[in-house]
């Protein structure tokens, strides 16, 4: 792409005789605030010093020096040197790049086909899938796709919750109280229940807590019996937590969980021991950190820990994927957990572990307080889901009951709500659950983006636009900001996948929103003009890269709604 930053540079660089580097100029080159200062900004301040003189002269001096074919003007402003883009060269310029790349448009060759794997998700067997997990979720495919974008490969891991002592005790409680017809009616609910009265009922009989830890140790050595329970837990809660993936559209590349890694951890202790960073402490064995708490690798009684699964799961993944980096996308408060991790994969020596990345988020609340799956207060998200994909076809009825595949627009539009109100905001806000707020059409919501997109998509329906070498140079002051958005894609992915930041994303495909929605407010595009081919050439566009930004966050963009 002509980047016309880029170009900025390059006049000033030579301008400026070897006195600065062009990254260095790139670097200070900024977006003035106002429109009628220009399209970008050059400040001399720091010139000034190198070269003895004051900004004013010099910003004078490059005003007098440089000129571009991609500048109408370049004028000094105080310290400031402003430079304006030549609107219709620049336009028809960026026009015909998008239609060109079409939405391989903002891709970057960053990762050359390098493996990224990306733990997300990760609810845990027989209990509910929190708001947590779908955070998750959500956060996670879209920095896979993202990553995708910026040429990696994405590997989607689904790290689910399958072992540990809870899974001994459910297996008491079942064998004591529980029925086949209902576990495979509502498996999660029905388990969460049988859960629940263990607890209650070891409160008062003490006994089966023991009886917990013996089945989970016969599960642990592979008991006929405790294994067929546990497989068929696992897979009846996959089964539901499939519904959910199924709604959102996700799939992963592995659902490994940690009783994948139940083989592997021997090996990982005895690298553990060879590197004499396991010691013991108070029966259990665990390797000492400088400065945080020491990572627990095994139990008094031998047994192993989430952290041991997760070294283990690290080593495979980078064994099995040969990842360059490895993102986990859990939420804060394992912050202190994966430092740990972290840490004890670089004493071991692996130099892959700078790799290794935890990638945060924060709360989802209810009324200002956290969203909580204990006891009574379960909210079940496929109900979530399935009540914001009601609302959404309800709307469809009243505003459009004619429309073909209905059911289908109003699960993209229900879902879509719901993600886009988990990424517009950086990850570590928490989020104020709303469906009210979610499914609005005016303001910062996914159905207003996926709206601005079938709106544009019915343009070119109605004005019968075919692609064409022909003219598009546009004259109309109002598709200025539309264009220079457009400009401003391929940079803001980038910036998404450096900080890991899906709402730089979602950011700017409200900000194209908004620029697209004035300017179709101030022209008759459907009007036989000469500019009409030019117009609609730039409505194309607009709809390719709104599909792909949406596309980015995992929502999708219907033609109609
Ligand atoms: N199952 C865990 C939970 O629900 C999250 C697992 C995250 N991934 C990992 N590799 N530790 O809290």
Redo the contacts with the bound molecule.
Sequence with gaps: MKNFKDSFADVLFEALDGHLDKQKISLMIEKPKFEHMGDLAFPCYELAKILRKSPQGIAADLAGKIGSPFFEKIEAAGGYLNAFLEKATVSASVIQQVLTEKETYGDANLGNGQAITI?LS???IAKPFSM??LRSTVIGNALALISEKCGYRAVRIN???DWGTQFGKLIVAYKLWGNEEKVKQQPIKELLKLYVQFHEEAEANPELEDMGRQWFKKLEDGDGEALSLWKWFREESLKEFSKIYDLLGIRFDSTNGEAFYNDKMDRVVELLKEKKLLIKSDGAQVVQLEDLPPCLIKKKDGTTL?ATR?LA?AIYRHETYGSVQSL?V??NE?SL?FKQLFSVLEKMGFTWAGGLVHIPFGMMLKDGKKMSTRKGKVVLLEEVLHEAISLALEDILKKNPNLPAKEEVARQVGTGAVIFHDLKNFRMNDIEFSLEDMLRFEGETGPYVQYTHARASSLLRKGKFAESSGDIQIGDPEAWPVVTTLMAFPEAVKRAFAEYDPSQIAKYVIELSRAFNKYYASVRFLEESSQKQARLSLVYSVTIVLKEGLRLLGIQAPEEM
Excluded: K
Aim: aromatic fraction near 12%.
């Design positions: 733990d990760s609810p845990n947590g997990h790290h689910l919750g989430y997760d799961a986990y859990v939420g394992q957990h």
